[in-house]
């Protein structure tokens, strides 16, 4: 069980605050990974940070569960959070994320290994032309990448 689970025994799903990584994969076409996630949306992939892990851990060991890619270098993007960003998941748990955000340009292994239960597709797509169903949280940190790109 990791913190979360065990956090949410304790305080059921009122609001928390949580911290997370993203990472916009960058090839050398100029292209950006997506995930597509289980509810259809598309989005970058990345997750919440467990106890002692450094937010540049995370993004990494959330890029290789959810895609099988395995990345090096990160580059800090920015930090998005505040009342826009509010949760509430369909079990009812809520939070306010505090989202993280890197670029990697650093691709180690590009072998694309979806697992079927975070991720049920990832491609590379032109960072100009996203697909239908593509976040708007993503589609705004986008924006934030494509000035540094």
Do not use: H
Not at 22 to 39: A, M, S, T, W
Not at 63 to 87: A, D, H, M, N, R
């Amino acid at each position: 069980m990791g913190y979360i689970e065990d956090l949410r025994k304790i305080v059921g799903t009122q609001p928390l605050i949580l911290v997370g990584s993203v990472v916009g994969i960058i090839d050398e076409e100029n292209k950006i990974l997506l995930q597509k996630r289980p509810n259809g949306m598309w989005a970058l992939p990345g997750g919440l940070l467990e106890l002692g892990e450094s937010a540049e851990e995370a993004g990494r060991r959330e890029v290789f569960e959810e895609t099988g890619v395995e990345i090096g270098q990160l580059e800090l993007v920015g930090v998005f959070s505040g009342k826009q960003y509010f949760v509430t998941l369909p079990n009812g748990d809520q939070f306010y994320p505090v989202t993280i955000a890197y670029i990697c340009k650093d691709i180690k292994n590009k072998t694309i290994t979806i697992d079927g239960i975070e991720s049920i597709d990832a491609q590379f797509f032109d960072i100009r032309e996203l697909p239908d169903g593509t976040s708007p949280l993503i589609r705004k940190l986008i924006e934030q990448y494509s000035i540094i790109i």
